[in-house]
């Protein structure tokens, strides 16, 4: 069972920034962030396959060059840096992971593990 909490949510300006944190309780080989809108579908924002040394990276395009994800293994944690923040990113951000073995693939959607989640609200 892999317990992941996220913190670092809140209300900032469009334009402003926040880096969102997932502090996981067992190594996974993929990390990953959703986020859904009330009504709306949950939506894979970023995700990141780290095995070795060398890790690789997923973004949604409405994101990518704006987010970045990253992990930092000492410390349990798993980033997700959003900069030039939009109103149209205001939504309920979660951090994920694959079930299975901790060495695992990152899947399309099939996560088996989701944190409770920690609003973001971005105001024009």
């Known amino acids: 069972q892999v317990q992941l909490v996220e913190s670092g949510g809140g209300s900032v300006q469009t334009g402003e920034s926040l880096r969102l944190s997932c502090r996981y309780s067992?190594?996974?080989?993929?990390f990953g962030w959703f986020r859904q809108v009330p009504g709306k579908e949950r939506e894979k924002i970023a995700a990141?396959?780290?095995?070795?040394?060398?890790?690789?990276?997923f973004y949604l395009a409405s994101v990518k060059g704006r987010f970045t994800i990253s992990r930092d293994n000492a410390k349990h944690t798993v980033y997700l840096q959003m900069n030039s923040l939009k109103p149209e990113d205001t939504a309920m951000y979660y951090c994920?992971?694959?079930?299975?073995?901790?060495?695992?693939?990152?899947?399309?959607?099939?996560?088996?593990?989701w944190g409770q989640g920690t609003q973001v609200t971005v105001s024009s």
């Open positions: 067992d190594r996974r080989a993929c």
């Open positions: 990141i396959y780290t095995v070795t040394t060398d890790g690789t990276t």
């Open positions: 994920v992971a694959p079930g299975g073995s901790w060495y695992d693939s990152c899947p399309s959607n099939d996560f088996g593990y």
